[in-house]
């Protein structure tokens, strides 16, 4: 059962330099959301979706942008990379029985780690 | 707006030791969840437990419990004879129960590294 499957693992980008984070998860769930992780700061929200072709911005979506192109895949893009944008990247996924609820649990991927110099 | 607020960052205790780690939270809403989830030093994120704002028994679960006080916002995770395998990040998060035509958001605390020694 592969669950969240997040790529690339690591990245190292030069500040300007442009990627995409991709997520995908096998298990028929509706919402899918993307974290950054930083020292001392938690999970932060930036991108969330709550089911194909529909998007919300979080907490910190500034210098994000987000594709939910079908129910399994949501991808994350830095189209230009900033020092700030360091930090670890956490794709998410939530489903069980009632759309939109939040009981639900969030499973996660194993995460990426992005370095901008 | 939601918060939650784990005020210990870090903690260290030595083996066999109980361990409580606090979380305290706010929102305006009647119906919410808490849940907490483990970093271990590998990274990945573990799913613990969740608890519904309308169910306040505390729940044990071998040598993990957990005290939630609606009365203060608090959803306190104790740790029973604390083993080297707890070293992680844990942190608490609460989540809307229900949004209308979008996806209910989960909102994490800072976390608490808790370092256990032999």
């Known amino acids: 059962n592969a669950g969240v499957t997040q790529t690339p693992k690591f990245q190292v980008l030069k500040t300007g330099q442009s990627m995409t984070l991709q997520c995908a998860q096998d298990?028929?769930?509706?919402?899918m959301y993307w974290y950054r992780q930083d020292p001392g700061m938690g999970l932060r929200l930036i991108y969330y979706s709550a089911s194909e072709g529909t998007t919300d911005k979080g907490e910190v979506p500034n210098g994000y942008n987000v594709s939910r192109l079908n129910k399994r895949e949501f991808s994350l893009r830095l189209e230009s990379a900033a020092p700030s944008q360091t930090s670890v990247y956490f794709c998410a996924s939530r489903g069980g029985t009632e759309l939109y609820s939040g009981a639900n649990v969030l499973t996660f991927g194993a995460g990426s780690r992005l370095t901008v110099l | 707006a939601q918060k939650v607020t784990q005020a210990q960052t870090e903690i260290s205790v030595v083996e066999k030791e109980d361990v409580t780690l606090d979380c305290v939270y706010e929102t305006r809403d009647t119906t919410y969840y808490l849940f907490w989830y483990k970093q271990p030093p590998s990274g990945e994120l573990v799913f613990l437990i969740r608890?519904?704002?309308?169910?306040?028994q505390n729940e044990i679960s071998g040598r993990y419990s957990w005290n939630f006080q609606k009365s203060t916002s608090s959803f306190n995770f104790t740790i029973t004879a604390s083993q080297v395998v707890d070293s992680a990040v844990y942190f608490c998060?609460?989540?809307?129960?229900?949004?209308?035509?979008?996806?209910?958001?989960?909102?994490f605390g800072t976390g608490t590294r808790l370092q256990v020694t032999l």
């Open positions: 608890r519904n704002s309308f169910d306040e």
């Open positions: 298990m028929n769930h509706n919402s």
């Open positions: 998060a609460l989540s809307e129960a229900w949004v209308d035509g979008t996806a209910s958001k989960l909102t």
